[in-house]
């Protein structure tokens, strides 16, 4: 029972974090399904392109102070880089979703708009599972228990968090602390 007491309890931790994501996602796929269906006489696959990139950078800005407010603030173009880098793999999840629903089983945008759509909902659920996964992996940082702020943003986003928990695994840091070097 121990297990599921520790299960609940990470549940109950992330669970504010995944509703606020949840209600950006809604949000920004709307607007997404708004700009694809609108833009569709581009060809679907750019319509998808021009959504993406509309949506990533409102999704950027309420994913920072809404979703990951209360994490650590990284150096901005450290957490923008990686935050549309990873919308980028995000994107081709989608746009190849796309891609072969178009040219694998040649559906096209003049007699298969709505299975197209439907088609850009599996892509848009593939790449949303990934992103929150990278976003919350890479991008918006937990600082580890006696890590300020300023030694985070220093961090390499994997090495250096693994060397932080390794150190608050052991009760001491594994970086100096802020002022020493």
Known sequence: MLWLRSAIGRARNLAPEAFAFAVIGAANTLLYLAICWAALGIGVVKASVLATV????????????????????????????????????????????????????????????????????????????????????????HAAPGLDEHAVAELDPVAGIAEASVGADHGTSALPAVGEA
């Open 54 to 141: 509309v949506t990533t950078a409102l999704a950027y800005l309420a994913n920072r102070h809404w979703t990951y407010r209360h994490h650590a603030r990284s150096q901005l173009h450290r957490e923008l880089t990686l935050f549309f880098g990873f919308n980028l793999a995000g994107m081709l999840i989608q746009s190849g979703t796309l891609t072969v629903a178009k040219y694998g089983f040649h559906l096209t945008e003049a007699h298969d708009p709505h299975l197209l759509m439907g088609v850009t909902v599996v892509g848009i659920a593939l790449g949303t599972v990934f992103r929150f996964w990278a976003y919350r992996t890479f991008v918006f940082l």
